[in-house]
């Protein structure tokens, strides 16, 4: 059904394309629980219920005998047993597949001359093990043969009804008429049923859409049973031969009885429109179950509409209210056609038509339920009931609630639904059963430049990706020369927007990226504030990120955030790249531009504002993996040099709330100019410092030594307690032995500036970082003093 049109014009699309998570994260809604939807759950049960008595085959026993065993618990296709004699005593349940198991009703063994003999645990406990036996076979507690047969042993009763079956339905009218039905597809139980003989009956649909569990359906034989009319007539059926069809034991609600007498007035929902409430008439009572009601027109129905205009009703019918409850609810109530009067008043109405209202005793008591205001569902459009929609649940009043369907094209009313309606599911209901679902599509730039004001002031030019020019160090090249050509004209923030979220995309992270853009909590706001979010490595980000609204800073915006990214200021923005960029940013590669630019601090072009590093908590050590936690991305905090030097040794820089911002555990080659700028702004900041500083955190997991400060010299390989003691070291206070929790032969490069930078030598930190010394070098180094 992908890609068809419903009568309302809306498509239906695959629901591979869209996902309930992200959706929810970005309406910031709710679900509505699963076990709100009563008929699903039921759908999945095997049938099995606790309290059921089967045979079960013994295999412990060296002849295999047979046994009685209750149902404790079910799960799924497995089945809890205990075996008959064992009562309270729970030591030896057991567990088995009732795929697998060798399984049967009660009475089954005798039939078919099987040895049935207690275990060996029974026999311990009850010396008259035969009368044990013989009471349990009495027993009217059997688990149903049908459900313990093969090839449907273990299918839930939705799974039975399968393509080709046959099935009688009730007329929605006339309940001493049914017909029959050919059950043409079966979703989760949701089936899509053909009518047989319905051709030429203009007020008859030839398919419709019902769950399992309606009411109105029966399994073949229900007709005679109960002494209704069966359609097609008994000429035809011997092309459909109904009694050899499957038939389904269906566990329905038993129906319980009326008080409602003829004539009675009450509110209902129209069924022609559920979309509104009005008032309706009991026009005819069949029996103590079932009654029928016909929605009221004072301009008089034709008998030809009347099969529209009523539907059968038992006590517990949804759509069916008490007189005034729409009042009493603060709700409208659309007063019949034909009616004359301003507003609609029901003591007049009933005197109008002599006629009197339903007592509220005739209707079911109210309970609780799990559907609130704002929540997340799929829905059936009753409109439409092929479709399914994603729907929000917009009003709740009692046991009824408003349901506003996404998705569509032309917009509709809200539905008024109750809250055990079989027409709603929950979320990933149709994934899980590989139904089209329709959902929201959000509208692109171009549509929505639509919107812009008409004096120019807040439409946004045309956004140019200029892909020859240089990307930066955040930037993939090539999926930005996949890029469309522009985006836009349109409303400034909708276009600004969507070109961020491209860019955010093009990332080789694409968190990285989204952290760069996101709004500095120190920055004054010069326009709108917009979340983003970013997706890496199956995580989800979001941060507040700063968009310009007027079409007169647009150019600015784009060069800043050019800036920020670290890439030539043309790369996007307002002005199209034919051929040489005006930057003359061709001659740079990442290579280049980290030795060109990543050095000089002053220099550095799109250094983040507030000056913070663009690490998280210091290098990690290689072949360890840091917990990863969801968070919401935080505003950055302007890094001080106590934040940096006061750190406590193995603790992450900076906020704990950084710490959570997602970030590679081990640092790939595009991150490599960011490392290296970071080490060398720490570096600058320990050589540019005239007071002694207190050491800032080593790698992770070693400690940071204990010395005291002292002049450095140059590295020696020889032993520290070998040397000789220094002039100006006091004998009473010999050098401290430096020990560490881990292996130099496991740390990098950066593990080793890290090092340096952690003693009395941070100024050879850059000779290490700039040479690229080999760690293995260093391994038998120390910073000694003169």
Partial sequence: MAGEKNPNGDSTQDVSDFNWDDYLEETAALSVPHHAFKHVDQGLQTGLTPGMKLEVCVRSEADSPYWVASI?????????????????????????????????????????????????????????????????????????????????????????????????????????????????????????????????????????????????????????????????????????????????????????????????????????????????????????????????????????????????????????????????SGLPLSPPPGYQGPDFDWADYLKQCESEAAPQHCFPSQCEHSFKEAMKLEAVNL???????????????????????????????????????????????????????????????????????????????????????????????????????????????????????????????????????????????????????????????????????????????????????????????????LDHCSENCSVLTKTKYTYYYGKKKSKRVGRPPGGHSNLEGGVKRRGRRRKRRKQLFVHKKRRSSASVDNTPAGSPQGSGEEEDLDEDDSLSEDSGSELQDDLLDDSEQSIGKSQPTTPSPSPPATPRPTRRRRKPRSPSFSDDENRPPSPKTSKTEPPQKLCLDTSPLEWSITDVVRFIRSTDCAPLARIFLDQRVDPELTIQTRSHTN
């Avoid at 769950?211 to 008994?234: M, Q, T, V």
């Avoid at 008089?300 to 205009?309: D, P, R």
């Avoid at 479709?387 to 996404?406: C, D």
């Fill in 72 to 328: 404790i618990t079910t799960c799924g296709q497995l089945l809890l047993l205990r075996y008959e004699g064992y009562q309270d005593d729970r030591r030896a349940d057991f567990w088995c597949d009732i795929m697998t198991a060798d399984l049967h009703p009660l009475g089954w063994s005798r039939q078919h001359g099987k040895t049935m003999r207690a275990p060996d645990g029974v026999r311990e406990k009850h010396q008259e093990w035969e009368a044990l036996l013989d009471k349990a076979l009495a027993e009217e507690c059997s688990a149903p043969a049908n459900l313990l047969e093969l090839p449907q042993r273990g299918r839930d009763p939705a799974e039975l009804l399968c393509a080709g079956c046959y099935v009688e339905l009730q007329d929605n009218i006339d309940p001493g008429l049914a017909w029959a039905a050919e059950v043409e597809e079966n979703i989760g139980g949701r089936l899509k049923l053909r009518l047989l003989g319905t051709e030429g009956l203009p007020d008859t649909p030839s398919t419709l859409w019902l769950f399992y569990l309606h009411p109105r359906l029966h399994p073949p034989g229900w007709a005679k049973e109960h002494g209704c009319a069966l359609r097609p007539p008994s000429g035809q059926c011997d092309i459909f031969p109904l009694t050899e069809c499957l038939c389904v034991s269906q566990d329905q609600p038993a129906v319980a009885a009326h008080c409602f007498k003829e004539g009675m007035k009450l509110e209902a929902v129209d069924p022609t429109a559920p979309i509104s409430i009005r008032p309706a008439t009991v026009t005819k009572v069949y029996n103590e179950q079932c009654f029928l009601v016909t929605m009221d027109d004072l301009c008089g129905i034709e008998e030809s509409e009347v099969a529209t205009k009523s539907f059968l009703c038992h006590r517990d019918s949804p759509g069916i209210f008490p007189a005034q409850w729409s009042l009493k």
């Fill in 383 to 577: 409109l439409s009931p092929e479709n399914i929609h994603v729907a929000t649940v917009t009003r709740v009043k009692g046991q009824y609630i408003w349901l506003s369907l996404e998705g569509l094209k032309q917009p509709m009313p809200e539905l008024i639904v109750h809250v055990d309606s079989l027409d709603i599911f929950p979320v990933s209901w149709c994934e899980t059963n590989g139904y089209p679902l329709v959902y929201p599509i959000k509208p692109s730039v171009e549509k929505e430049r639509k919107i812009a004001v008409g004096n120019g002031k807040y439409c946004c030019p045309k956004i140019y990706f200029n892909h020859r020019c240089f990307s930066g160090p955040y930037l993939n090249k090539g999926r930005i020369a996949e890029l469309p050509q522009f985006i836009g004209p349109g409303n400034c923030v909708l276009v600004l927007k969507e070109v961020l979220t491209l860019l955010i995309n093009s990332a080789y992270k694409p968190s990285r990226v989204l952290r760069e853009l996101q709004l500095d909590q120190e920055s004054r706001w010069q326009g709108h504030g917009e979340t983003l979010k970013a997706k890496y490595k199956g995580k989800s980000y979001r941060a507040t990120v700063e968009i310009v609204r007027t079409a007169d800073r647009v150019a600015d915006f784009c060069r800043k955030t050019c800036i920020k990214l670290e890439c030539c200021p043309n790369l996007f923005g307002p002005r199209m790249v």
